[in-house]
Every structure is written in structure tokens, then in C-alpha cells.
């Protein structure tokens, strides 16, 4: 959720047959990693990183219909998993590759069994986020008659469901009531909009905020791979920020991964 995830689709390496797959490693895994995956490969995909008293026989409706990169992952035990360090994020990002972004396995499985259970209660992931995240309402109507003008038209909160990054990132999403004008067949931020974030953003981080603009770096998915069309946003990575930092930018915002922890 961008909060929630924008999570596009990608080649699987998990095998699967009329909906069952066994768990399987991502690519670059060791020979260690390989008998450990050997060991667990007949575990249902979504077995894998369940306790063995909570299994099930068959599949949760959360999991099922899965895309193959989600399905990949979900299939992936946590311990095969590798944390992403600052330098591999930033080069993500400068290349300009965040459909090469991902969540931790079990973490994922958690932001879509939340995700399944949004729905059924909400709607939708769009309704659930303005009206319990942001606090607006449909139509949403800028005050400004210029990007970042007014203040009241952004609102930047902790991501709710960040990726598999080194726990020293901090993952934030900066929602606005604008558009940002985007062009080509993924949904690119024109040149101009670039700058216009891009001068927003060192503003607000660097110059205001004090963080050295070597930690702090900023993203926006294409269009197509986003999960909230209907609402603009884009994705900040902070590295190592002072937490009194982070609560003034956020309003002390609690990310919704850490509320469900706390709730179990």
C-alpha cells in the first residue's frame, strides 16, 4: 500500500500445475540454499514459512490467483531471503528499475492476506486508504493551482508494506490531491515533473529537513504498476534518518505492518 505495494509482474521461478507450486529459491542461491529448497520442496507454496500447526491442506483465498513474481516469492522461505543494503537501493532506483523491488516472503503473504480482508470490509484498497489513511474524500480537489503550493494537498506517511530493505531505510510515500503529468506506455513523470518533485524534494528533506542528499533518494512506479491509480504518489527512501525527523515529517505515523505485529 503505498503505502500499499505497487508490485508489477515478473518471470517465476516457481513451478506450478493447476495452482500448486512448491517452494523455490531465487536465483543465486548457493548450494547450501539449493539441498535446503530440496528439503522443503514439497511444501505447497502457501505452507512455506507457515508453522507446521497452522499448515493448512488447502489454499488460504488470499493466495490464490497469485502473479507469477508474488507466487515466486511466497515460495521462498524467509531464511533464502537477502535483505537489500543502501547502495543496491539506490541503484534500483537510479536505474530506474523499481519493478525490482520486493518484500521479504512472509511479509508479503501478510500484506495480502490484509489486503484480501481490506477489501472485503472496504471495498476496495483506494477506499480503505482515503478514508482511513489520508482522511480525504471523493473528489479530490486540490487547493493549489500549482504542484506542492499548498500544504494542506500533500501528506506524506510511512509506507504501510515496505520492501525487503536493511531495517536502517526509512520507507516513506508522499500522497498528493495533484496530478503529476506522466507520458509513454509505463506511465513515466515528464521531464518537467521530474524537477518539479525532484526540487520538492530536496527542499523538504535536505534543506529543511537536514539529511545529507546522499540519504535521500526518491521514486515514482510507473503508472502501470501502481496499486492506487486513483490517488498520486510517489515513494521517498531515507537512509538512517533521526527518528524526531521522521514523526515530524509523518505526524508520528505508525506503518500498518507494525500495527498488525502488535495486534498478534
Avoid at 1 to 21: L, V
Avoid at 164 to 187: C, R, S
Avoid at 192 to 204: S, Y
Avoid at 217 to 236: A, D, G, M, P
Wanted: glycine share 6%.
Amino acid at each position: 500500500m503505498g503505502s500499499t505495494s505497487d508490485d508489477p509482474p515478473m518471470t517465476s521461478t516457481t513451478n506450478t500445475t493447476n495452482g500448486n507450486a512448491t517452494a523455490s529459491s531465487p536465483k543465486g542461491t548457493n548450494s547450501s540454499e539449493e539441498q535446503s529448497r530440496k528439503n522443503e520442496e514439497y511444501i505447497p507454496y502457501w505452507n512455506v514459512n507457515v508453522p507446521p500447526h497452522l499448515r493448512t491442506q488447502t489454499c488460504p483465498s488470499y493466495l490464490l490467483n497469485l502473479n507469477p513474481k508474488d507466487l515466486s516469492i511466497i515460495s521462498t522461505p524467509d531464511s533464502h531471503y537477502e535483505i537489500e543494503s543502501w547502495p543496491t537501493v539506490l541503484s534500483k532506483i537510479r536505474s530506474y528499475r523499481p519493478d525490482l523491488f520486493q518484500r521479504i516472503p512472509s511479509d508479503l503473504r501478510r500484506y495480502h492476506e490484509f489486503c484480501y480482508n481490506i477489501k472485503q470490509q472496504y471495498g476496495s484498497v483506494m477506499n480503505f486508504i482515503l478514508s482511513q489513511r489520508l482522511g480525504w474524500e471523493h473528489p479530490i480537489i486540490p487547493k493549489g493551482d500549482e504542484p506542492f503550493e499548498c500544504e494542506e494537498d500533500v501528506k506524506i506517511l510511512r509506507n504501510d508494506w515496505p520492501y525487503g530493505i536493511d531495517g536502517k531505510i526509512v520507507h516513506l510515500v508522499v500522497w498528493v490531491k495533484f496530478e503529476l503529468e506522466a507520458e509513454g506506455e509505463k506511465g513515466d513523470l515528464t521531464e518537467k515533473e521530474t524537477k518539479v518533485v525532484g526540487e520538492w524534494v530536496r527542499k523538504k528533506f535536505v534543506v529543511e529537513g537536514g539529511l545529507e542528499e546522499g540519504r535521500v533518494v526518491w521514486f515514482r512506479n510507473w503508472t502501470c504498476l501502481k496499486s492506487v491509480k486513483s490517488v498520486e504518489h510517489f515513494h521517498i527512501m531515507l537512509f538512517d534518518p533521526d527518528k524526531e525527523l521522521v514523526d515530524g515529517l509523518t505526524g508520528g505515523d505508525v506503518p500498518l505492518c507494525e500495527r498488525v505485529k502488535l495486534s498478534i
